[in-house]
């Protein structure tokens, strides 16, 4: 079945760094979504990639769909406490219905020192 | 105004006993899901529904039985609890299944004594 590998599980980073987490599929991806889960928080949808290449912003954080649709990046600039929490990248396998399921990867823990 | 809420926040019951989890949105979306959160933090779905249709059930014991009175609702029954049911359920719901954002409720802390 479908895989979708995440790396680093960890990252530790001094406030003010860059962050980086990548998202890998075993399969072609119809889209790709990221979501952020706070410490003691639920899931919170961040943005959906569908297009081959596309690259999305919002403020310090930058997402990639890669020209394969089968791997993303999401890129934070200038880390802040605020950005502390689990990120997870998500995505649909392209051979499956629009009613499958979202496979998750298994999350990127970013814990940020002031 | 919660979009996915789900009840109750917490759970703590003895092995073998049964419990309910309810959820409900109001954001009129067509599909909902169960989510099992263990404590590595990895994400798994076990059931979605999209319109009172059972459309996804992973593999999961048949101890685990979801129910969709409506689109809006979708509870979750757990027979004879074991250990290793401990975990966060999250229930969710989006639009149109995997093309649309899901939007998660707060999670059920199912602790097994």
């Known amino acids: 079945g479908q895989q979708v590998m995440q790396i680093p599980q960890y990252q530790h980073v001094q406030e003010g760094e860059d962050f980086t987490t990548y998202c890998n599929s075993s399969t072609t991806l119809s889209n790709i979504q990221w979501y952020k889960q706070r410490p003691g928080g639920h899931p919170v949808f961040l943005i959906q990639l569908v297009k081959s290449g596309e690259v999305k912003k919002q403020k310090r954080l930058t997402f990639q769909f890669g020209e394969a649709k089968k791997n993303s990046s999401l890129h934070i600039t200038a880390t802040q406490t605020t950005d502390v929490g689990t990120y997870f990248c998500a ?3 392209a051979g499956g219905t629009s009613y499958g399921k979202l496979t998750f990867g298994q999350g990127t823990i970013l814990t ?3 | 105004d919660t979009a996915v809420s789900q009840t ?3 759970l703590v019951t003895q092995m073998g006993n049964d419990k309910s989890i ?3 949105q109001n954001l009129g979306h067509d599909t909902m899901y ?3 959160q263990d404590s590595k933090k990895f994400l798994k779905i076990m059931f979605s529904y999209n319109n009172k249709e059972l459309i996804i059930n992973e593999t999961v014991p048949n101890r685990f039985s979801p129910k969709s009175p409506d689109k ?3 509870n ?3 027979n004879s609890l074991e250990l290793g049911d401990s975990a966060v359920y999250f229930c969710a719901s989006s639009q149109t299944g995997g093309l649309a954002p899901q939007h998660f409720g707060d999670g059920t802390r199912l ?3």
């Open chain 1, 91 to 93: 995505g649909l396998d």
């Open chain 1, 112 to 114: 940020v020192h002031p």
């Open chain 2, 8 to 10: 109750p926040k917490y």
């Open chain 2, 22 to 24: 309810k959820c409900e």
């Open chain 2, 34 to 36: 169960w989510y099992k």
């Open chain 2, 72 to 74: 809006a609702h979708l």
């Open chain 2, 76 to 78: 979750l029954h757990i």
């Open chain 2, 111 to 113: 602790s097994i004594l």
